[in-house]
């Protein structure tokens, strides 16, 4: 079972920055792809980045691309997001999710965090 504890939401300015952390409780941290995902109000869920468990290959979606980075530490089991340029639409509660190296699904999600980005 993977546990995992995101951080570093807040309130930041439109153009602003901020970073966002994930920590995961596993030794087996590396066999795992990881993934940030957000809930905006009234929306579905959706997609924001992910990076593969080697750390060397990412994708992000189209609305962040450009500004958003997304990064792992496979000595101390982290993956961030680091968040540039904020728009007011960026506003939502941030999820880290993880998935099994070779699955299709993403199977353990943290609580979230949220983001608030003021125009």
């Known amino acids: 079972q993977v546990q995992l504890a995101e951080s570093g939401g807040g309130l930041v300015q439109t153009g602003g920055s901020l970073r966002l952390s994930c920590t995961a409780s596993t030794r087996y941290f590396i066999n795992y792809a990881m993934g940030w995902f957000r809930r905006a109000p009234g929306k579905e869920r959706e997609f924001v980045a992910a990076?593969?468990?080697?750390?060397?290959?990412?994708r992000y979606s189209d609305s962040v691309k450009d500004r958003f980075v997304c990064s792992r530490d496979n000595v101390r089991n982290t993956v961030d997001l680091q968040m540039h340029n904020l728009k007011p639409d960026d506003t939502a509660i941030y999820y880290c999710a993880a998935k099994p190296k070779g699955a299709e699904a993403w199977s353990h999600w943290g609580q979230g965090t949220q983001v608030t980005v003021s125009s």
């Open positions: 990076v593969d468990n080697s750390g060397r290959n990412t």
